[in-house]
């Protein structure tokens, strides 16, 4: 009972985090149904953004309260920065292009980041310590613990999707970005203009990737380049899961997904070895039997 | 016009007199040899005061090899003037618009045309030949040898953009068609011909039949993606299938044997990842493909059921054996490996007919509709499930048996050959080539497989560049570089 | 106040509208007929800024706007009724005025929001459901609720009565006249050329992409060539 307890919590954890690089690919495919494959990238640059702020700017007897905001924007800064450029450079030149050319692009943005990453920042070819900014040690509840920056990130993940979606809700923005996802050509006859939708899209899912990547660097404490594929697999498991488009649905799905992997590495055949293949096996039938996921509508319904 | 011809010829004068010891001579140590960057710069000269519609080309080229050249010698702390004054004559050359129209070129009678088509692959041959062992093998021998085959391409890329500009390779595009059955057997003849080439040595040989396996590998993919146009992102795992199949037989049947097992085992997966196709289109299709290469690649890694090795991979799998003689020995005066050059030529070979023959077939017109409106082929009457089901097929048998082969070959097989990475350089290869056309995968391929060969210092930028690459040919050449 | 000199549009290679001319002044209402298939359709999308014109100049009180973006063509005071009203159906009455009013930053716009429910008192009542549960005939009044509050200076409808009842098509025409009453100047494409030209002060008819006559409303109602391709 309290290895499941455990492992519970440690899916949840997971998924907390896997949540926030998820609602990055479901407002973006919401908005101009792309798969921005180089979406887990954007997650990964902000990792090492907030790890060269900690390891090269920040004095080292500095305290978490304050490096840890300052990490988080740094890796915000470092996200969003990436995450337009390659908007303006990469994706937007590929409107009107044929079907297959933006799958392509964002590949090949995709791997150039790794890469660039890899070869360029310093000790990169092999995983990085990450600082331990955060209160150390763990709150136990019977025989189950959880560490500090798991709880944190149960607490700030969930608050953050659901700032989102009262701002998606309520604001004159996030008013244009329904429009935009429900009828872009209308959405343009509203005075709406695509190309500046699409880039806050893009802002606000890099920006929920950054802070993502300071709370998964401080509680798995290393980072490396391919943390941005593997994850950024995981959240599109999510975010299809839930339902493409809805960030209710791309919190749940990634939940889901969180307590698949870990379940499954305790008590699949194959243990921790072959938790990972569970997770696809679980992204192949969902993209078979109900690609609209738990609360997406079907495809055809689409206005 | 005549003082830009000069230039790259003036700069080659240059260096030699104002820097003797070390700007350039000791660079490129055989400076009026073919691979040597002066010869090239003399003949883009004069190719340049010669044919005016050839200027632009010639300027190109040598923009590339002043480049190179400055490069290298930037590296080395040695800058020249040479480098700077042929810049300025290469951009000097492609200053000017064109200014003679191009000739019409007749077709010519058969017995012509085919002279004409025998003397374009045997120079085709030996271009090939002579690029890849531009710049020699070891960089211990030669340490410029990345520089001489930069600055050869730069005279490579020169020439078939001034024969482009003349229209010489839409005709001789045009002559292929027309005899295609004669233009094959001539190429094929060519391509077996390159053992008795300067590039007959057990080296390249090694090199070459590497790049007809993936070669092979990427025509398949070529099927799946240009013709069919269904994006697989996980299709290195049927290679890795049919390696595998291939190793464990090995020791028990004979290579065509093991081959077959391997392509009908790959088939089979191909079958099973191609079922989802039926209900999973676009851009979801593309995420099951890559699930379904990730699963194997973590299957293959954790040793599943004992077949593929784990972290030891497989070791000592036999050369292929066929009439008592084994492959990876020299046969007669030919090197070692030329046998397995040979089998990848016609596996190659093979590939390009059934493209060729499949685009142009009701299959193939069945997938050219799926590519363009899935719900619109349906509509037509197209069997979509069937036609994808079967693209999937086909892909995948051609990945098993250049798999089959790829395990004979090296002698042992590890999980970590099919990684995610291989997929995208596979489908680089493809884009790059151009999807959908015959030369285009081979081209590719070879493109994507000889750079990391010729430049091993650039090996740590290999996928940085590829990533570049897909976005770029994205971006300004969606149909590749051969379609033009 | 809008002139469309010569226009022609194209998708890929086929060119929908060749040669297509005419003006609005101030204050009218100004209306296209012709066939399916004419290009009156895309005469509209191209004026709004969704296509590009492949030749022909588009003047707004002189002021070229044919190469502005969509948004840009709302801010310069066009607004588009588009065909099939193209509401956004998972949102709200409210919601979808509001969108109208995207563009605008002043605070008058409850004060135009109350104005469109006073129009259109079924609004009003339903204004927090969705615009999706609607009938034709009020999701029509919606569209043209949600141009009105940009404050066009000109508003576009594109075949604004389509698929309505007899009576509802006398309420929309009916709307339009009070629009213009109240100083709008409508530029309008219909099918239903009777209902359209008894409204209209100034007619042209389009056909295989051409301006081929023009003139008055009551006037094209009364020309014979009219009569018998429209109207018979």
Redesign the interface.
Known sequence: MAVLAQQIVNGLVLGALIGLIALGYTMVYGII???NFAHGEVFMVGAFGAHFLARYVLPEDVRWYVALPAMCLAAVAVSIGVAVAMERL?YR??IG?????????A??????????VR?FYPGATAPLAFPRMFVEGHLAIGPVTILWTGVLALAVAPLLAAALHIYVERSRLGRAMRATAQDPDTARLMGISPNRVTLATFVIGAGLAGVGAVLYGIHYTQIDTAIG?QNG?FA?TAA?LGGIGSIRGAMLGAFCIGLVKSLAGQYVW?GV??D??WV??L??LV???R?QGFLGRPEGMRA | MLVGALLPWASTVLPGGAYPDRATLQFFDAPHLVSGFRLHLVLLGVLAALLSRARKPAGIGVAVIALVHMGFLIGLGAPSIGGPVALAGGLLLMWPGLTAPAPELKPPGPAVARLVLLVAFAALVWLVSETLTAGGQSRATNPYGGAEFLAFCGLVLALACALSAYGVLAWLAALTDRHRFFAFSVMLVCALALPFTDAGTGYWMTVASTIGVYAATAIGLNIV?GLA?L?D?GYVAFLGIGAFTAANLAHVVPFPVAALAGTATAGILGIVVGA?TL??R???L???T???G??FF??AQ?NIGGLTGGANSIPGIPPISMFGHAFDKPLGVLPAGSLYYAVTVVMVAVAMVMLVNLRHSRTGRAWAAIREDEDVARAMGVRTGRAKILAFLVGSMMAGLAGAVFAHKLGTVGYESFD??ES?TL?AAV?LGG?GTVPGAVVGASLLFVLPEKLREFS??R??L??????LI??FR?RGLVSS | MLEVNGLAVAYGAIEAVKEVSFTVAEGQIVCLIGANGAGKSTTLKTVSGLLRPRRGEILLWGRPIHRLPAHAVLAAGIAHCPEGRRLFTDMSVEENLLLGAHLRKDRDIAADMARVYELFPVLGQRRTQRAGLFSGGEQQMLAIGRAMMARPKLIMFDEPTMGLSPIMIQQIMQTIAVLRSQGATVLMVEQNALAALTLADQGYVIDLGRTTLSGPGDQLLADPRVHEAYLG
């Open positions: 149904q792309l798969i990469a030149p590929l292009a044929h079907r297959l050319a933006p799958l392509i692009t590949l090949g943005v995709s791997i150039l980041l790794q890469e660039v070869v594929f697999i599109f299809v194959g070895q072959y990972y293949v696809f096996v992204l192949i993209l078979m039997f690609p | 993606v146009g994006l992102l989802p209900r999973v676009g851009d979801y593309a995420i099951v890559l699930a379904f990730e699963i973590r299957a954790n995610f990475s995208v489908l884009v999807m740590d930028y996928l940085m590829f990533g570049l690459a897909l976005i994205m971006r969606p």
